[in-house]
């Protein structure tokens, strides 16, 4: 069995709001409508800082179904989950920019298989395991959102998509410390899996590292 693909289910609500916010939100930014690259210009803003104490992004994503969520009831609860939406959203926002592919893909690598093929055949890229393990190892949330950070921007450099939904719902169990340990170990499962081929991209050619235009906001 493999685990270098998202599969456990069920996902709770934090994960189905990044999914259809990044669903809408992707499919407007592939065709460059403008609402949507502007969005994600402001989201990018808070990647890998606290997203609710950046005023701009304040209101910039319904968080309505957070709170229907009976199980998210009480304030720390939605605390959590607001952090980890803003998390995966802020650090998609940054992995999609100038991609013309989708770097969120329904059912796809999860965070240690995608950094996995970052390293060529079975080779260790020593420098990008470090940098994995740092994310593992990390002692607090806003240490693990930097170098989270760090790690999408060597995923969007080579094109290598992630399932944001399923990294949404780790980031959310990552701040309950019993759940913690459950989501280092998914991440070290899937890196060591085997590897699965990277889907198929879409038609359009791949961005270069060069800003585009349209993403110069």
């Not at 069995?1 to 999914?19: D, E, I, Q």
């Not at 409508?33 to 910039?60: F, I, N, Q």
């Amino acid at each position: 069995m493999t685990v270098s693909s998202a599969s456990y289910a069920p996902l709770g609500s934090v994960a189905r709001v990044v999914g259809d916010q990044i669903q809408r939100l992707q499919h407007g930014y592939l065709r460059d409508r403008s609402e949507a690259v502007a969005t994600l210009a402001r989201l990018r803003r808070g990647a890998g800082k606290d997203p609710l104490a950046v005023p701009d992004l304040w209101g910039l994503i319904d968080l309505g179904k957070l709170y229907d969520d009976p199980f998210l009831a009480r304030e720390a609860d939605q605390i959590r989950a607001q952090n980890a939406v803003y998390g995966a959203l802020t650090l998609w926002s940054l992995h999609q920019q100038s991609r013309r592919t989708p770097m969120h893909r329904v059912g796809g690598a999860e965070l240690g298989a995608a950094v996995r093929r970052l390293m060529p055949g079975s080779e260790i890229d020593e420098p990008v395991r470090r940098r994995f393990v740092r994310v593992g190892s990390a002692p607090a949330w806003d240490v693990l959102t930097v170098r989270l950070r760090e790690v999408v921007t060597l995923l969007r450099r080579d094109g290598i998509s992630l399932d944001y939904a399923v990294l949404a719902d780790q980031l959310h169990r990552w701040q309950h410390r019993p759940t913690r340990d459950e989501v280092r170990s998914s991440w070290g499962r899937s890196f060591h899996a085997p590897r699965q081929p990277q889907p198929s991209t879409a038609p359009a050619p791949a961005a270069s590292d060069e800003t585009d235009p349209k993403d110069a906001l």
